[in-house]
């Protein structure tokens, strides 16, 4: 009967630093789960993080995350959400179970539970023998994930991850994915920022696109490749050069039709269907390039190609 | 749809079992212990620590002091030892706390800071931390700087009351430079320059009456050696530890000190709450 509040409720959010807007009249409603944030570099990522998890004060609009005001209940938040930021937080001087110890002080944990929380934390994350090895001394990888297990100690109902695994390499990343996904299926809700589209799409169950301060669209993976339209036809030539793209819905009467099409203007060459990546879609919604400043347009992204099958997106209601 | 719903009951009931928030004294005392492990841990700060006081006193001792007349009569090592012996303190001092303008930059440029104070406790007991610890270590180095000083001759026979209230002065200048350094690494863009800035303040003792009488100085110096605050606070030290009535200077150093710590305070207590890593 009482339902969970929903994970994020955020209205008309707005914050600028000085005369420059980096959120601009932002929306987004998540339930809890895993979602993920996708925005080329200054698209307001990280300061939405920041205002979530009750760094910085934003300056208009709505925010509640679990139900909680990040400036009212700055604190009661505070004790359910976990951030671990773009820049490791871990103590290089101190060793990993030191690390987990003391955050956990900090969180209030009683000895015991401190005690018993790190043991659990280091047996799960930890490489053999890390429990004594400083930090300083961890792998990238490893210390990302001390970092993890540092802001889990707390049990919290909301982790919070900015940009995760930026600057690790593919197998520590893939390390990295897993546990994530454990965490979900342990009911925590997820929210992470990347600029990695396959991260997203491997991870989120729902996945927004944050631009020049407003989230652009949302939905599923699926839904956000049926915004660039169904599927391509790619007709190449001998040396793999495309020739043309002819767009369809990317149901089978209209695929075959397309090929039809281009086996009669193109009798030689070879064709191979193009489904759309979720590189596409972001290319599509962020199309005037990832450090346009605010004087520039804002991309429409209800106008673009292919059958808008969804309209998840706040910029196809603005003025 | 229901007209009259109940009030919607708290999401999020707090679990008495596990508390959520830290006190002001744990955060202190959790933070305190980790700036010690890393003092402990960095054995070139131990080094400098140690190693500087030490070195200043045979040069300041064995090199100067034989050329040095501040007294009566010939130049004397002995009582150049004497006359020198709370400005080595405090200079000695200086350098240790400097690296406390290091630590809090550092701490203010990663992450750290960040994950702080996004948990329910009160993050700025991180600054109390690191200004626990370098009390910690520069009451270590001055202990080290006066058994140096009994080793090389130094005797007085002054009552332990007055020996005490130097001592007491010396912890005081400490804890002033150490909330000076912590606010100036707050404010330094990175660990670098706050070392930078601190710098100029590492040479105030040697313009003062530390090392040498005012008295023999140029006019223009002498103004600022008798107005800034090493200068009461090394006169009101040398005497208590020679055995002499220190007078006003105490009074005087102790308001140096107290006017310094609050604006370091005001300064820290405006920034902090601003700063996140970029």
Not at chain 1, 97 to 105: F, S, V
Not at chain 1, 150 to 176: F, H, I, K, M, N
Not at chain 1, 223 to 251: I, N
Request: aromatic letters at 6%.
């Amino acid at each position: 009967m009482t339902a969970p509040p929903p994970l994020l409720e955020i209205r008309g959010l707005r914050k600028s630093y000085g005369s420059h807007p980096v959120l601009d009249g932002l929306d987004l409603v998540l339930p809890p789960g895993v979602h993920a944030l996708l925005g080329p570099n200054g698209a307001g990522k990280t300061t939405l993080i920041k205002i979530l998890s009750t760094l910085l004060p934003h300056d208009g609009g709505s925010v509640r995350v679990l139900g909680l005001d990040p400036r009212r209940d700055r604190r009661r938040l505070q004790g359910l959400l976990s951030l671990t930021g773009q820049f490791a937080a871990v103590d290089g001087a101190l060793t990993c179970a030191e690390n987990l110890r003391m955050i956990g002080r900090l969180f209030g944990l009683s000895e015991a539970a401190v005690r018993s929380r790190t043991d659990e934390l280091l047996e799960r994350f930890g490489p053999a023998g890390a429990r004594s090895t400083r930090a300083s001394a961890l792998s990238g990888g490893m210390r990302r994930k001390l970092d993890i297990a540092a802001g889990l100690l707390s049990r919290p109902q909301l982790v919070v991850l900015d940009e995760p695994t930026t600057g690790l390499d593919t197998r520590s990343r893939q390390v990295l994915w897993e546990e994530i996904r454990a965490l979900a299926s342990e009911g925590t809700s997820v929210l992470l920022t990347t600029q990695y589209l396959e991260e997203a799409d491997a991870l989120a169950e729902q996945i927004h696109v944050l631009d020049r301060g407003r989230i652009v669209a949302g939905g599923t993976a699926a839904e956000l490749k049926a915004l660039v339209g169904g599927a391509v036809v790619r007709v190449h030539d001998q040396d793999g050069g495309v020739l043309e793209e002819l767009a369809t819905t990317g149901t089978t009467p209209d695929l075959a039709a397309r090929l039809a099409e281009a086996a009669d203007r193109f009798p030689a060459a070879t064709a191979s269907i193009h489904r759309p990546t979720l590189d596409d879609v972001f290319l599509h919604l962020t199309a005037t390039g990832p450090s346009a400043g605010p004087e520039d347009p804002a991309p429409d992204a209800a106008s673009g190609p292919g059958p808008a099958r969804t309209v998840p997106s706040a910029a196809s209601v603005r003025i | 749809m229901t007209a009259l719903a109940p009030a919607r009951p708290d999401p999020h009931p707090v679990d008495p079992a596990e508390p959520r928030a830290a006190s002001f004294l744990t955060g202190t005392l959790v933070l305190s212990r980790r700036s010690l492990l890393h003092s402990f841990r960095d054995p070139e700060s131990v080094l400098m620590a140690v190693l500087l006081p030490v070195m200043m006193m045979l040069i300041f001792v064995y090199v100067l002091g034989g050329a040095m007349s501040v007294g009566e009569g010939a130049p004397s090592h002995r009582e150049y030892l004497a006359y020198v012996l709370p400005a080595i303190a405090l200079t000695s001092a200086g350098f240790g706390a400097s690296f406390t303008a290091v630590v809090v930059s550092n701490d203010m440029t990663t992450g750290l800071i960040d994950r702080l104070r996004t948990m329910p406790f009160p993050a700025v007991t991180v600054l109390l931390g690191h200004t626990v610890a370098s009390m910690a270590r520069n009451l270590v180095a001055t202990v080290v700087v006066m058994l140096l000083a009994l080793a090389v001759g130094y005797r007085t026979d002054a009552p332990a009351l007055s020996l005490l209230g130097a001592f007491g002065l010396i912890a005081l200048w400490i804890l002033v430079i150490t909330v000076v350094f912590a606010t100036l690494g707050m404010l330094a863009g990175s660990a670098e320059s706050a070392s930078g800035y601190g710098f100029v303040l590492l040479f105030l003792p040697y313009l003062s009456s530390g090392y040498a009488p005012v008295e023999s100085m140029p006019a223009w110096l002498r103004v600022f050696a008798e107005h800034q605050p090493m200068t009461p606070l090394i006169d009101a030290a040398r005497a208590l530890m020679d055995g002499r009535s220190p007078g006003a200077d105490v009074l005087v150093s102790v308001l140096w000190c107290a006017g310094l710590i609050a604006i370091a305070l005001g300064v820290a207590a405006y920034v902090f709450p601003r700063r996140t890593s970029r």
